[in-house]
């Protein structure tokens, strides 16, 4: 269990801080993101539930996931708003709350496909700045720290080895699961070469930020180690760009 004990109010008054959490699929990104925003009072931004949410919408429409062109269309007359929820954001796509038809697995393998056209990208991006561009957020994605903010105060990486970020995505599907684990494994792969390898903001750790390889940890762990970084970077003076 995840200790529920807060600590003192970290943040300056008046400090718009933005963390940004980067990492590869299975890594526990949004797990951190979510106890950090709770923790030290930040708003949540999860970017792979606004890729989902294109993701939704271009298969709905039927569109051929390879076709950079169609779905640049798409995008141009598309709108994704991020609000806060209980536990998670609540995704409006158009308009509709599509936050419960995110997590399946032909949503998840889309969202991969569709993220590799750098139209798709600059779109994202241009949202995602907007809904932070006031501060005070935890953003976690694959680029954050690199090409959304690249002046964020706090860059972690978080990363771990496939095998075992095959086997947390495994345990996270649940018996409902059409897959056995070697297949998750081997997806997870398959979606780590295409976000490492793309030719616009492919996956990489920024050259500042604290790389946090949690193969060896316990959730408990991690997070603990997350807050550390966190309540270090907010120890020193404010940046000033």
Do not use: C
Not at 189 to 214: F, G, I, T, W
Request: glycine content about 6%.
């Amino acid at each position: 269990m995840i200790a529920e004990e807060k600590p003192s109010h970290l943040i300056q008054p008046g400090r718009k801080i933005i963390v940004a959490i980067d990492g590869p699929a299975g890594a526990g990104k949004s797990t951190v993101a979510r106890h950090i925003a709770e923790h030290f009072g930040l708003m949540n931004l999860e970017t792979g539930a606004m890729y989902r949410a294109f993701a939704l919408k271009a298969l709905r429409a039927e569109l051929p996931l390879d076709d950079g062109n169609a779905l640049k269309l798409l995008a141009d007359e598309t709108t994704i708003r991020l609000e806060p929820g209980d536990e998670n954001n609540r995704v409006l796509l158009d308009g509709e709350d599509v936050t419960g038809m995110l997590r399946n697995q032909t949503v998840t393998e889309a969202a991969s496909r569709v993220s590799v056209f750098p139209p798709v990208r600059a779109w994202m991006v241009r949202l995602q700045q907007q809904l932070a561009s006031q501060g005070g957020v935890v953003m976690e994605g694959r680029d954050i720290g690199t090409v959304v903010f690249p002046h964020a105060d706090v860059k972690i990486f978080l990363d771990a080895a496939p095998e075992v970020r095959g086997l947390r995505r495994f345990d996270q599907l649940g018996p409902k699961s059409t897959q056995q684990p070697e297949e998750v494994i081997r997806d997870l792969r398959a979606r780590d070469a295409r976000d490492r390898n793309r030719a616009e903001s492919p996956l990489k750790a920024a050259d500042d930020a604290v790389v946090l390889d949690s193969t060896e940890m316990t959730l408990d762990q991690v997070v603990q180690a997350a807050d550390a970084i966190v309540a270090a970077r907010l120890a020193e003076p404010a940046r000033h760009s």
